[in-house]
Each structure stands twice: as structure tokens, then as C-alpha cells.
């Protein structure tokens, strides 16, 4: 039998890491076990290839739609394999520099093997026991493919596999509207292929919100048929034909399918360690992240958290302090949303209608590029900034765009939805010219007055 840890954590993603440096800034022994490749998914299928392939799509784009034709740009063809090399070199780098060398900076050693709880608290990884007093499982989740009439026929792509494609397909069919589907589908087109996608376009989003989307869609070339997929099928063609509910028809050399996420819990001897998952094989787990075993944690994807990167981190915290006798729980509040589209889409805290049906009397206001200095001078008519407020106290509940960097103008509005500030105070805080963040002030000072005002009055 291997040294008795403190605490062994299963996985090597966002959580996995957070819940070993959490260990060891208590002073306590921690071991982590990983089968595949070390980082979990954001680093190696999830964030930060789709953010780099994304950066990349979005300057060839940028090139083509040039609004400044006096100073010309041009966007040739792309090579997808020198691509693909530059984005698996970034996550080599990160790899070494974020876990490997974290883990042993921390002093925390990573083994290589497949873990396998054998009853309620014996867990073998390739075969050999492992003793631990406690454990998380951080296991993070898998792009699902839908189960529909046909699936079974085709070769899909999922927003994991298509970040290895080796050449560029001339059309695809995205299914799902999503955050994964749209960031996939303007990917795509932004690279040059000519894409369809089905499904409701950001369902969560607020409908001005996702107007904005649609119109760039629209410019971008994208056809988005907002219906619900039934059945696909594999064409004597050789293009995929999806159907919909409403009897449309639309075909693609290749289907990517961003329907939803399963939790990565499949071998792990859960059942055999007394660890309730419900029907898609996430973990069930109470506000300290324990697991229906009170020696067993789950933190990030795996526990139903949201599916953040930086909820999977705080998570992590938060299990591995409860599996060493210390529980916590996760504050919530003022969590914030990017969809890394062009333009993003971000938002904090309750939407409109999410307001009015907890009681509050709402008060909203929208703020159009039209009227805000930064989009008009990056002459970028596509964008929009709603406030939701609640109408008797003026505090700020929900803050929702749709703006070139608008994941980083919703880290102010983090604080204004989480310490409770009223429009107000952001009317009257400075906000610096010519930044995109300076909507928030704009839109705040519009429940004092609809009147048209100068640039920085």
C-alpha cells in the first residue's frame, strides 16, 4: 500500500488544481491523478484552443470586413495545419508553465493512471492501492453528442474534435445555439467556411442581446435557422442533411453537434463508493461540495457547478478545504458570463425576466453603439448594453451586452451586481473616455435622464 495521503484528487484540470494548492497552503499531503493528458479540458480542448483559433478567425475576419478603406487590409487563405501547430505549441507551453510547474511549486506530485474507487473508501489507480483520508473528484465533463434519428450513421464533429481538423471543410452544420455553438459556427465562418446553424440563438441571452448576434451573423454570411434539429442522415452526396421540426432542410460537408456536456464519471467506481450522479453522470453534491460519501468531494464540471474555468477553481478551493474538516461554500453572487464571440456577448445577474418573476419592479434601459464614443470611433455599428435595475432601491441587478471586449466591461459590473450598487454610483464614478467600458456610466446616467447628452457630459 502506497504513504496514507491527506487528500488525493482525481483529475488535473482547473479544479483538480485549485484543490491541490489548497491542500498544501494547509500544510497537508496531496496527491493527483490523471489518465489523460495533464491540464483538464480547458487547456487542452476547451478554452484556450477555441480562444486562440478564435483570435485567430476573428483577425482574418477583421481583414476582410475592413470599415476603414482608406487604410487597406487584405485576408487571404488559410493554413489550417500551420494553425493548428501554433495553437498546440500554446498549449504545450501553458501546460509546463500552469501545472507542471505549479504542481512543483507547490510540492505536489501528479501520477500518471486511471482511478477506480473499489468500495466506500479504497481507491486503485492502475491496479495498486491508493489510501487517502478523504478525495475530490474533479473529472471535469465531455461534449455530448445528441441521440437523434441517424446520429449513429455519421462521424460528427464536437467542439473537441474539431479543434484537430486537418483541413477546412467547405460548409458545416452547427446543431445548437448555445455558447459553444456560436463560438463554433462564427469560428468557421470567420476561417472561410460556409456555415448553417440550427437551433435557438442564445436561448439564455436577453432578446436584445442576442438581436445584436443575429445581425452579425446575418453580415457575417452565417444562416441561422432557429428550430430544433430531428433527424440527420448521410447523403449519397456525402454531406450530412439535418431536418427540423418544422420540416427545413439543411446540409453541410461536416456536422458539428454543441447540444450540451456529459460528466467525465464513466469507470471511476462511483456506485461502488456510494457516490450519487444523476442521469447525465454529474455528482451530486450539497453546498461544501461533499458527495453522498462524507470522505468523497466533487468540484468543478463534474459536481454540476457552472461551467466556468473560475467556478471550477473556487470549487476546487472549496472541496478540498471541506475534505480536510474545514467547509466552506461557493459565494455565487455577481457571477459573470462571456460568450467569445465578435462581439462578445457577457452578462451578471438577473436578466429582466428573471427579475420580474422573483418580484422585483424593474427598470431597464438600453444602450445602443449608436451612442457609445469607443464604437463609434472603431466605426462598429453592431453592439448593445442593458441595465436591469430594481425600480425602489435603483440597485443594479443584471448588466447584459453584446460589445467588441465586453467580457472585460462585465468585471466592473461584477462589482456593481455583487456589492449592491445603485445606478447612481455608477453614474457618478469616472469612467475614461473613449473605452468600451465607459457604457456602463452612459446607460447608468440614462434613468436620470433620456435626454440626448454631449460626449463626456
Given amino acids: 500500500m502506497d504513504t496514507m495521503w491527506d487528500l488525493v484528487v482525481i483529475g488535473s484540470g482547473g479544479a483538480a488544481m485549485a484543490a491541490g494548492i489548497e491542500a498544501r497552503s494547509r500544510g497537508r499531503s496531496v496527491l493527483l491523478v490523471e489518465h489523460g493528458a495533464l ?20 483577425r482574418r475576419h477583421r481583414a476582410s470586413v475592413n470599415p476603414f478603406p482608406s487604410t487597406p487590409t487584405n485576408a487571404g487563405g488559410v493554413d489550417l495545419q500551420a494553425l493548428m501547430a501554433q495553437k498546440q505549441e500554446l498549449i504545450d507551453r501553458l501546460r509546463q508553465a500552469k501545472y507542471t510547474n505549479v504542481a512543483d511549486a507547490h510540492g505536489f506530485p501528479i501520477r500518471t493512471g ?29 461534449a455530448h453528442t445528441a441521440d437523434l434519428p441517424g446520429m449513429g450513421t455519421l462521424d460528427p464533429l464536437t467542439s473537441t474534435t474539431a479543434m484537430e481538423l486537418p483541413a477546412l471543410p ?100 462511483l456506485d461502488a463508493a456510494g457516490v450519487t450522479t444523476n442521469d447525465r453522470g454529474f455528482i451530486t453534491v450539497d453546498e461544501h461540495q461533499r458527495t453522498s460519501n462524507p470522505r468523497i468531494y466533487a468540484a468543478g464540471d463534474v459536481s454540476g457547478a457552472p461551467q466556468h474555468v473560475y467556478v471550477a477553481a473556487q470549487t476546487g478551493h472549496v472541496a478540498a478545504a471541506g475534505a480536510l474538516g474545514e467547509p466552506g461554500t461557493v459565494d455565487y453572487r455577481g457571477l459573470p458570463a462571456v460568450t467569445f464571440t465578435n462581439p462578445q456577448l457577457a452578462s451578471v445577474g438577473l436578466t429582466e425576466a428573471q427579475a420580474l418573476a422573483v418580484g422585483h419592479d424593474c427598470d431597464c434601459r438600453v444602450l445602443r453603439a449608436g451612442d457609445i464614443p469607443r464604437a463609434l470611433v472603431n466605426r ?78
Fill in 380 to 457: 462598429d455599428p453592431h453592439g448593445v448594453l442593458k441595465l436591469v435595475v430594481d425600480a425602489r432601491t435603483r440597485k443594479i441587478l443584471g448588466v447584459h451586452a453584446a460589445l467588441d471586449g465586453a467580457g472585460d466591461v462585465i468585471l466592473a459590473a461584477t462589482y456593481a451586481v455583487k456589492y449592491g450598487l445603485s445606478v447612481d454610483d455608477v453614474a457618478d464614478t469616472w469612467a475614461p473616455y473613449l473605452t468600451m467600458s465607459e457604457s456602463l456610466r452612459i446607460c447608468a446616467g440614462l434613468f436620470r435622464s433620456d435626454k440626448p447628452t454631449s460626449c463626456c457630459a
Fill in 39 to 58: 491540464g483538464g479540458t480547458c487547456l487542452n480542448v476547451g478554452c484556450v484552443p477555441s480562444k486562440n483559433l478564435l483570435a485567430a478567425a476573428g
Fill in 114 to 142: 486511471h482511478a477506480r474507487f473499489v468500495d466506500e473508501q479504497t481507491l486503485q489507480v492502475g491496479g495498486e492501492t491508493v489510501a487517502a483520508a478523504a478525495y475530490v473528484v474533479a473529472t471535469g465533463s465531455t
Fill in 170 to 269: 467547405a460548409s458545416m452544420v452547427v446543431l445548437g445555439g448555445g455558447d459553444v455553438g456560436l463560438e463554433q459556427a462564427q469560428l468557421w465562418a470567420h476561417l472561410g467556411v460556409q456555415v448553417t446553424l440550427v437551433g435557438r440563438l442564445a436561448p439564455r441571452a436577453e432578446p436584445e442581446v442576442a438581436d445584436v448576434l443575429r445581425a452579425v451573423f446575418a453580415d457575417d454570411g452565417i444562416a441561422v435557422v432557429e428550430e430544433r434539429a430531428v433527424e440527420v442522415e448521410q447523403t449519397a452526396a456525402g454531406t450530412v442533411l439535418v431536418r427540423t421540426d418544422r420540416g427545413t432542410e439543411v446540409s453541410g460537408q461536416r456536422l458539428l453537434v454543441a447540444t450540451g456536456r456529459h460528466a467525465n464519471t464513466d469507470s471511476l467506481g
